[in-house]
């Protein structure tokens, strides 16, 4: 399926690594999306044939990292092509429910949750305060959807990039799994030899690993603060949410904050989110005091 316009050169590392080329974002829930009405999409198996075979690249391969919604949407489509099971099948059923994680899904809503149990996102559903309008847009208060539009419009809310809950409890799981190199209790879930793969340095950037981010030699001091050894890990989520781990210090950070639960402030083309100007929001500064709190202690 994946073929055509230089697909055949793309490897799985260069997704990881947001190097294969692919445009930033494509509005596929929006019929005036820039790349024009063929990408509309509100199905998922179109939106998924449309990854495969439609996406143009818009730099050549290895030439630049361009952090790239596209890259993960399409591991998430490999995931599904390998194991022939639906991604939120097989996370949940291979990765979380092995570990006793039992409040880690994609679309809670349909799985026993209440809207009452989730952090809220947006508060205008994806209007931006009324500033933007499209086909079969939420207007209401987002608890308990994915808050980002391609998932949940173009993909039924089960994407590589985005939508999937989880708790601080089962969150402190995976962050021991990682810090104890792939296992948990008596539960291996990878081998530490592919936790190193994923976590070292790419030769190109030392803040890239394979889908992580690196603190490296403080390159990225607004996401890992000042403190964070060069092994440190991690990724932000748009929401609000960033993870670090260091194994350096045998330490994890997870911040849960809902910074788009906020007013949105500014004009039509150029507002943010208040909850943006949050110290929260900045990540970096509150991963600092924690790091303060442990290195002076």
Sequence with gaps: EFRGSGRE???VKDLLTHSAGYPAVVDFHRKDNKFGERFFSQNSLRTKNLLLTGVPFV???NVKHLYSDIDYMLLGVLVERISGMALDT???SQIYQPL???HTVYNPLQKGFLSSQIAATEINGNTRGGRIEF?????DVLQGEVHDEKAFYALGGVAGHAGLFSTAGDLSVLMQVLLNGGGYDNKQIFTAQVLEQFTNS???DETYGLG???AGHQARKWHFGPYASPRAFGHTGWTGTVTVIDPEYDLAIVLLTNARHTPIEGS???YQFVGKRFETGKYGSIISLIYESILNH
């Design 9 to 11: 050169q793309r490897l």
């Design 59 to 61: 730099a050549g391969r």
């Design 90 to 92: 097989y996370v949940e």
């Design 100 to 102: 006793g994680l039992t």
């Design 135 to 139: 086909e079969n847009i939420r207007t």
């Design 202 to 204: 790419q030769a190109s």
């Design 212 to 214: 992580w981010r690196r």
């Design 268 to 270: 039509q083309e150029n």
